[in-house]
């Protein structure tokens, strides 16, 4: 096991000490050790611990303690007038709104609790004494994982370019890859995420199989060339289906699309804006 300089701050050691002599395991993990070892300034130091909720709370009784979420295990201690969230060691259920787990399961072993973070340099964690713990490959049954194409949202995705644009001319950004700079930025940039079958990659090629992804597009593709074509149909864009890419003749550059709008084909062009009706 490897053994860091890093200096944990006052209030966060003293909250793994008193973890420690109450016969626990506690470790500082995540974005804090992430940070540090970045040499990047850390602004929240996060513990697990092998402590059930009740016990972390009779661990600091005497201290304020805020039950800031035990139905997860997670429980808020001041000290110094420092906040460090301290949670269990879990395994997580499933994340219907994006945010938080329906269920989790506390477990005893830190490597399990690990296992369902969503990248391996999120995945590591830092004892009292210096000791970095690292050998774990994300990816475990309850684990996130990008796989193939990632899908951004309107909000992500700027957030990410003023990210890039602020960035990316640095010296030690210069030569990196987006992953990379994505990876810097976890604490701010959060991806959506659905579960399917290991065996399933998405692919979107067309509008109809991001709307069977993501049903708010349905009603709002995010097009102002749709949004102006619905409006001179007078539907709203959910009506307009079934689109195609049109391609330069015996070439691949996209020069166009058709789509369907009651039971009839449309044609669109990209060049002199114009949409027609093909066929019935």
């Known amino acids: 096991m490897k053994i860091l300089d890093i200096k944990i701050p006052k209030y966060a050691a003293q909250a793994?000490?008193?973890?420690?002599?109450?016969?626990?395991?506690?470790?500082?993990?995540?974005?804090?050790?992430?940070?540090?070892?970045r040499g990047a300034q850390v602004h929240d130091w996060d513990?697990?611990?092998?402590?059930?909720p009740e016990q972390t709370l009779a661990v600091f009784d005497g201290l304020r303690t805020i039950p800031t979420g035990l139905?997860?295990?997670?429980?808020?201690?001041?000290i110094d007038g420092e906040q460090v969230e301290i949670t269990t060691y879990r395994t997580d259920g499933d994340y219907l709104?994006?945010?938080?787990?329906?269920s989790v399961q506390f477990v005893r072993d830190i490597r399990?609790?690990?296992?369902?973070?969503?990248?391996t340099i999120?995945?590591?964690?830092?004892?009292?004494?210096?000791?970095?713990?690292?050998?774990?490959?994300?990816?475990?049954?309850?684990?996130?994982?990008?796989?193939?194409?990632?899908?951004?949202?309107?909000?992500?995705?700027?957030?990410f370019v003023e990210i890039l644009e602020r960035e990316y001319d640095t010296p030690e950004i210069r030569d990196k890859l987006w992953e990379a700079v994505y990876a810097a930025h976890l604490d701010e940039?959060?991806?959506?995420?659905?579960?399917?079958d290991q065996s399933d990659i998405f692919e979107f090629d067309s509008l109809d199989e991001l709307?069977?992804?993501?049903?708010?597009?349905?009603?709002?593709?995010?097009?102002?060339i749709i949004r102006q074509l619905a409006a001179r149909l007078g539907c709203g864009e959910a009506a307009l289906t079934d689109f195609h890419a049109r391609k330069a003749c015996g070439g691949t550059q996209a020069v166009g699309f058709t789509f369907r709008y009651q039971n009839e084909t449309y044609q669109y062009d990209y060049k002199n804006k114009e949409m027609e009706k093909i066929n019935g």
């Open 16 to 37: 793994l000490k008193m973890l420690e002599n109450a016969g626990f395991e506690a470790w500082c993990v995540g974005g804090c050790v992430r940070d540090s070892i």
């Open 47 to 52: 513990i697990c611990t092998s402590a059930l």
């Open 71 to 78: 139905k997860h295990g997670t429980v808020t201690v001041i």
């Open 97 to 102: 709104d994006h945010r938080r787990p329906e």
């Open 112 to 119: 399990s609790d690990l296992e369902r973070r969503d990248f």
């Open 122 to 159: 999120n995945a590591m964690c830092l004892s009292l004494r210096g000791e970095l713990f690292d050998r774990v490959s994300v990816g475990g049954e309850n684990a996130w994982y990008m796989m193939g194409h990632v899908f951004w949202s309107e909000p992500f995705s700027r957030k």
């Open 189 to 196: 940039l959060k991806l959506r995420i659905r579960r399917y």
């Open 211 to 224: 709307r069977g992804f993501d049903a708010s597009y349905i009603d709002d593709t995010r097009s102002q």
